[in-house]
């Protein structure tokens, strides 16, 4: 068997460790995962009685348009319903734009560090890979810009960004955009857009009847809680999302997570009490950051990209060993540091003591 030479090269996506692997692999039974960005709160009791619903009709396609997720959803945004694409996750929207927009002869511009589903997804299409660096954690846009040419076709901004979870500011984008050409599709993730406090983080949706190039990606699997049923969506002008639709699989989003995905939307108000308990997590974190020395970078998500200074295999290692998974900053392109996901108050406790423990000797 020939595989195309160019999918070898595009990496394997190698996940947090599963909960149940590593109670099996060390032994334990008390095990917490702050590796993946899932919302340790669960998700809305309404989603999981939604599926309950669902459970009579498994035998029957899905509805392949997602209608009724896609009328309630766009009024819940105020954008018109053919303006929406859902996916298996907003991960299948990132694939379904690379195979739309990018092949041999193109480029796309990202940062790096960020996202790893930009890069693999072009390398698969074989488009060139501009990736500028990140200027003190955060996006350089003007890098970003200088480096669209003629053959140029998508530029991927993760905001907040995924590892480092920094935010892009209003009038930085604003500026950005007026840059970039109109032959150009700018790809907004924002998988933490519900995470977000700062009042200098875009809202972009207003954005959209001027620039027909953007597409905005949000997903159901961070604050929603509901990573488990692999749902997301896209919000751009009609003719991208005509564009992904022909190459969209026929059933990509299944009957249970359109169900809980209407239900999770219907309840606002678990997405509010999750951002409040998150920031009250995240001042839990960085206040004994802080207080240690620990440099952090300053996250509007449900992670903390934390300089251990330290080697990252081993601290995660060892962090493994106490029962608690986070992810090596090493995989992630941030060597000596840990990405953290803001857990629970308690599961921040336990993890607090764990890296205490790991660290001691080398803190103030
Ligand atoms: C988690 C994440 C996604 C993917 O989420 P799905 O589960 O596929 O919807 C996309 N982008 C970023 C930056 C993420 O962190």
């Known amino acids: 068997m020939q595989p195309k030479q160019r999918i070898l090269e595009a990496p394997v996506y190698q996940p947090g460790k599963p909960i149940e692997d590593v109670k099996r692999e060390l032994g334990l039974t008390e095990v917490i995962k702050l590796a993946s960005n899932e919302n340790p709160f669960g998700c809305s009791p309404k989603a999981v009685e939604a599926i309950q619903k669902q459970l009579g009709s498994l035998a029957i396609y899905?509805?392949?348009?997602?209608l009724e997720l896609r009328w309630e959803l766009a009024k819940f945004l105020n954008v018109?319903?053919?303006?929406?694409?859902?996916?298996?996750?907003?991960?299948?929207?990132?694939?379904?734009?690379?195979?739309?927009?990018?092949?041999?002869?193109?480029?796309?511009?990202?940062?790096?560090?960020?996202?790893?589903?930009?890069?693999?997804?072009a390398i698969v299409e074989g488009a060139e890979l501009r990736e500028i660096p990140l200027k003190d954690g955060v996006h350089d846009l003007e890098a970003m810009a200088a480096a669209i040419d003629a053959n140029t076709r998508v530029v991927w901004i993760c905001n907040p960004n995924n590892p480092s979870g920094t935010i892009v500011s209003e009038a930085d984008f604003l500026a950005f955009l007026a840059k970039v050409p109109g032959h150009v599709l700018v790809v907004l993730d924002e998988a933490y857009y519900e995470y977000v406090v700062?009042?200098?983080?875009?809202?972009?949706?207003?954005?959209?009847?001027?620039?027909?190039?953007?597409?905005?990606?949000?997903?159901?699997?961070?604050?929603y809680g509901l990573a488990a049923l692999r749902i997301g969506y896209g919000i751009a002008s009609k003719e991208i999302v005509g564009h992904l639709n022909h190459v969209r699989e026929p059933f990509n989003t299944s009957t249970l997570a359109q169900a809980a995905a209407r239900a999770a939307l219907a309840d606002q108000a678990f997405v509010e009490k999750c951002r409040d308990l998150n920031r009250a997590g995240y001042q839990q974190l960085t206040a004994q950051f802080e207080a240690w020395g620990l440099d952090f970078y300053p996250s509007q998500t449900n992670f903390i990209l934390v300089n251990i200074n330290r080697d990252s295999d081993d601290v995660f290692r060892q962090l493994l060993q106490q029962g608690i998974i986070v992810r090596s900053g090493k995989a992630l392109g941030f060597p000596g540091y840990q990405r953290i996901t803001i857990g629970s108050a308690e599961q921040n406790e336990r993890l607090l003591k764990a890296l205490g423990s790991v660290l001691s000797g080398v803190l103030k």
Do not use: W
């Open 62 to 66: 899905p509805d392949g348009g997602t």
């Open 80 to 121: 018109e319903p053919d303006q929406l694409i859902f996916g298996n996750g907003s991960d299948e929207i990132i694939l379904m734009i690379a195979r739309a927009y990018l092949e041999k002869g193109t480029n796309t511009v990202m940062a790096t560090p960020t996202f790893s589903q930009y890069r693999s997804n």
């Open 198 to 223: 700062a009042p200098e983080y875009p809202q972009t949706i207003p954005l959209l009847d001027k620039y027909p190039n953007l597409i905005i990606l949000r997903t159901f699997s961070k604050i």
